[in-house]
């Protein structure tokens, strides 16, 4: 009896005696069938609820997307800590705090981010404690790392760290050398005037060592504060005075570079100034939930899962699709700039083909003037008869409106006023870059290009206000609309032909363009051949009113 009930004391019910077991064994077996049972359903369950995860997750997640397991950590973390970060890009899938985490984060589970959302990149794929640096584009070179990214104020460096290793492991080969790479994050690096003005950065993989030596390493770059989003380091140097330089070398190829991982990023920005941040503000948070870090101020370490150093560039305001893993356009980065900064009357609205809908439009299409904004320039390439070129549109059929620049008005408050007109009328210059406010499909841009800077002005403004499906309109100054036939003699190249003046300047040709072409002349308009040009806009836009009567749900298109 003793041994029976030993023999069966792991598997005993326990509201049965011994006499009860055997009784049950001796009457066919069923009565220790159910116990094994029971036993068994209990490990499987198990086993689901611990392994079933890993199968619902084991495909990529989309671009950016943010997979939440059984918990998720928060977003930013101070702590003093020698641990390796995890690997590059991966977000918390699940886990039980960072606690675990610090220990080699063997509790959590991670999904793979794709941090270079550019088709055919040599970066777009890379193993942990890497560094990629893309070189081969004429406008901007970017860099990737890839694992544990400590910050080092001292050197303005990222350091990569190597995993940890287990006590027992060989070191790496070479355990003595450093890798290193250094950028400069602009996307103007063919001008050396400029770029030699942007910081530095210099990104640094530290090879695999003897514990004890990775330990002291790690100890001396103890992190103060640590991310669970890559950071992405960028400059508001360069040209950052300037609207078109603003967007065109900085907010663009930075929403570019960023857009596909949803705000979850980490900005860190070289040259910051709280006047910058006040500007920009609503561009910032709709590009990063996180703060921004003044990357030359703050001394302390932070820690991220990766890194990206400079911004993607495409063109002249330009979003090209067939680059990009998600297929973006320049009417996606109009979308963007829609969402930071409409109000709840001028957001877009389901049949507004993406975008903002004017309070105006509360008025029946056939009976509302189209709303026209003349940019009012200050100091040079000012249109001289600016108050009859206002009257002449109103008598074509316009609602005028005078936008006045450089009067310190928030970005917010410039762009409610420009989405909600028609059509945009202006002087070659950094304020048509507003036309990036306009609604796609709907609205158009008339640029007036002033003497000598004919192509330039096509360039800039007009290819990507076409990209963008604006209508466009430009209106080549003749000589004597130029004020340069006030200050050259009849006949002088300069006016007679700008082209030729150009050529004939050779190396020298920017000189001329800048000084006298953009810096020298003002405009004043020719009423009766501008008219054409209104009257051309007109139409069009009463057109698409009429058809937005009679078909609704067609495409807009003007």
């Known amino acids: 009896m003793a041994a029976a009930s030993k023999a069966s004391s792991g598997l005993k019910p326990p509201a049965m005696d011994d006499a009860a077991v055997v009784k049950a064994t001796k009457g066919g077996g069923r009565g220790a069938f159910l116990p094994h049972f029971f036993l068994v359903l209990s490990v499987v369950t198990l086993c689901a609820v611990v392994y079933a995860p890993r199968f619902f997750v084991s495909g990529p997640a989309p671009y950016g997307a943010v997979v939440v397991g059984i918990s998720t950590p928060s977003s930013t973390t101070t702590s003093r800590t020698s641990s390796s970060a995890p690997p590059l890009a991966l977000e918390h899938v699940a886990g039980r705090g960072d606690a675990e985490q610090e220990h080699g984060g063997a509790l959590h589970q991670y999904q793979q981010v794709v941090l270079d959302n550019q088709v055919g990149s040599p970066c777009a794929s890379l193993p942990n404690h890497t560094i990629c640096c893309d070189r081969t584009d004429y406008h901007s070179d970017v860099c990737f790392m890839s694992g544990d990214v400590r910050t080092d104020a001292a050197s303005l460096s990222l350091l990569l760290f190597p995993p940890p290793r287990a006590s027992s492991a060989p070191a790496e080969p070479g355990a003595a050398a450093v890798t290193e790479e250094r950028i400069r994050p602009y996307t103007r690096k063919w001008d050396a005037y400029i770029t030699k003005t942007i910081h530095e950065v210099r990104l640094r993989r530290v090879m695999a060592r003897p514990p004890e030596e990775e330990a002291a390493a790690a100890a001396a770059h103890r992190c103060d504060v640590r991310h669970d989003a890559p950071v992405l380091v960028v400059t508001a140097g360069g040209y950052s005075h300037n609207m078109f330089h603003v967007f065109n070398d900085g ?36 590009l990063s939930r996180y703060h921004v870090i003044d990357l030359l101020r703050d001394k302390r370490t932070h820690c991220f899962p990766g890194a990206v150093v400079g911004t993607r560039y495409h063109d002249y305001l330009a979003v090209n699709s067939t680059r990009l893993r998600d297929n973006r356009t320049i009417v996606d980065f109009h979308d963007f700039l829609a969402g930071v900064y409409d109000d709840d009357d001028l957001k877009p609205k389901a049949d507004d083909g993406g975008g903002s809908r004017s309070r105006t439009e509360e008025t029946p299409p056939l009976e509302r003037r189209p709303r026209l904004g003349i940019v009012s320039r200050k100091g040079r390439r000012v249109i001289e008869n600016q108050a009859a070129v206002a009257r002449l549109a109103a008598s074509v059929g316009f609602d005028v409106d005078v936008m006045e620049t450089a009067t310190g008005v928030p970005l917010s408050a410039m762009y409610a006023s420009v989405s909600s007109y028609d059509a945009l009328v202006g002087v070659h210059g950094a304020d048509l870059t507003t036309f990036l406010f306009l609604r796609p499909g709907r609205a158009a841009l008339a640029q007036i290009a002033p003497l000598g800077i004919t192509m330039l002005s096509r360039n800039l403004f007009g290819v990507p206000a076409g990209r963008m499906g604006l209508h466009y309109e430009q209106y080549d100054v003749s000589a004597r609309e130029s004020s340069l036939s006030r200050k050259y003699p009849a006949g002088h190249v300069v006016v007679a032909d700008p082209a030729r003046a150009r050529r004939e300047q050779g190396k020298q040709e920017w000189e001329l363009v800048e000084h006298v072409y953009l810096r020298g002349q003002n405009v004043s308009l020719d009423l009766g051949r501008f008219r054409e040009a209104l009257d051309r806009i007109h139409s069009r836009l009463k057109e698409r009113q009429q058809s937005q009567v009679s078909s609704p749900d067609a495409s807009p298109q003007i």
């Not at 663009?252 to 910058?276: D, E, G, I």
């Open 251 to 286: 907010f663009l190829p930075l929403w570019l570079t960023a857009q596909h991982l949803r705000r979850r990023v980490v900005l860190a920005v070289l040259s910051y100034s709280p006047r910058w941040a006040g500007t920009y503000g609503e561009i910032l948070s709709g």
